[in-house]
């Protein structure tokens, strides 16, 4: 079974994104998906309620397909925390997401740290977009998450462009860093990645629908990774994050 942890499913106008979930349903079969972490474009509390409940909805509709995390904005912190509450213990969330560009919220700041550490208490993870952006780089994430040591913290496309080797090199220091691939232009990093830090600590992701699911799940299969690194890298590694049961992790398959 396959994991994507990075999707999104939304209905932004305001960016002139219309991606409902059956527009991303198709393209998941498409590529042998069969589960993905699924956001919203635009970030709560300014997305408003209607964004939470997006994403609940699509989850309800495909239970078997589809994950929720909830995107937010650490700067609101006590619209954040309460949002990530419900999300977590009352709509079943399984994540959080953050996009420091679009929140002006650095990873190392007291609003984000604190966020973080309220996902480790909830015993979900937090995925970063993680680039060349101001406020982005693997460096900031990596002095926040050593400040939330007992978050999972997912920095995801692997630093982007020019961040890469930096990104693979602060998960080397910090065993609470997780590399996901997710439009990543040199698929070979994510081969040195697994042999640095580990496939237990590499978790594939598309960033669907905006990037084919197909060509990114044929990135990390052309490296010809060992059968145990594969199966870890495109879901077995995702599904311990995820706190999946073991039937649904599909442990011991890759499609």
């Excluded at 080397?172 to 580990?198: D, F, W």
Aim: aromatic share 6%.
């Amino acid at each position: 079974m396959i994991i994507d942890f990075h999707t999104h499913v939304d209905e932004a106008e305001i960016y002139g994104w219309i991606d409902p979930p059956e527009k991303l349903i198709p393209l998941l079969d498409g590529a042998g998906i069969s589960k993905a972490v699924v956001m919203t474009y635009v970030d709560l509390p300014g997305g408003g309620q209607a964004a939470l409940d997006y994403i609940a909805d699509a989850v309800r509709r495909y239970p078997d397909r589809l994950i929720g995390f909830v995107r937010l904005d650490p700067n609101h912190r006590r619209a954040a925390r309460d949002a990530v509450d419900r999300a977590v213990l009352e709509l079943g969330f399984r994540g959080v997401k953050l996009h420091p560009t679009t929140t002006l919220a650095h990873p190392n700041g007291d609003a984000t740290v604190e966020l973080m550490r309220r996902c480790g208490e909830l015993g979900v993870p937090v995925l970063f977009h993680c680039g060349d952006d101001p406020y982005t780089t693997p460096q900031a994430i990596e002095a926040g998450a050593a400040r939330a040591a007992e978050t999972s913290i997912v920095m995801g496309h692997m630093g982007g462009y020019f961040h890469v080797d930096d990104a693979i090199a602060a998960a080397e220091r910090l065993p609470n860093l997780y590399l996901e691939t997710s439009a990543m232009p040199y698929p070979q990093k994510i081969a040195q990645a697994v042999e640095r830090i580990g496939a237990e600590r590499v978790v594939f992701g598309s960033d669907g629908p905006g990037c084919n699911p197909t060509l990114e799940v044929q990135k990390v299969r052309m490296l010809r990774l060992d059968p145990r690194a594969e199966r870890l890298v495109l879901g077995g590694t995702a599904a311990r994050l995820l706190g999946l049961e073991p039937d649904d992790a599909g442990r011991g398959t890759v499609s």
